[in-house]
Each structure stands twice: as C-alpha cells, then as structure tokens.
C-alpha cells in the first residue's frame, strides 16, 4: 500500500489534527487519511464538464454556455 510522509507540519496543524481526529473518535493517521480521501473524491456522476465547472468556480468562473446533446452514443470499441 502506497505511504506518504510529510515534513515540516506545524505543531499547530499537528495539534488541529489530533483534536478532529479525537473528535471523529479515530486516529490522526486514520483522520488524515479520511481528509485526503475528502478532498480528491469526484462525487458520483460528476463527469468532467461538473469538474471543470468546480475547478473554473474555484478560480473565479469564466462564462461558457454548451448546451448538452440529448442524444447518446455507444461507447467506442477500443480493441
């Protein structure tokens, strides 16, 4: 399983960290975790136009009007 380590965290941050983590009755590593997992989840059938959208929100937004087609498409076959 991949592993991380990461240096030069704040004894603030550190504290922060373990006071949630007591809060959400599990470990700092085990809070950590869960943030991280938070913060790069897509939430389900978020395709990519929602995360652009997110990601352009983020930075200020930009106006950009496509009208989504009706119509669907098989998948393309790869193989």
Do not use: C, Q
Request: net charge neutral; proline share 5%; aromatic share 2%.
């Amino acid at each position: 399983m991949p592993a991380i380590t990461i240096r030069n965290l704040s004894a603030e941050t550190h504290r922060a960290l373990k006071s949630r983590a007591a809060a959400h009755g599990r470990s700092t590593e085990a809070e950590v975790r869960a943030i991280l997992a938070d913060a790069v989840s897509v939430p389900e059938g978020a395709g990519l136009g929602t995360r652009v959208s997110r990601i352009a929100a983020k930075a200020g937004g930009f106006d950009l009007e496509i009208a989504r087609s009706p119509d669907s498409s098989d998948p393309v076959d790869l193989t």
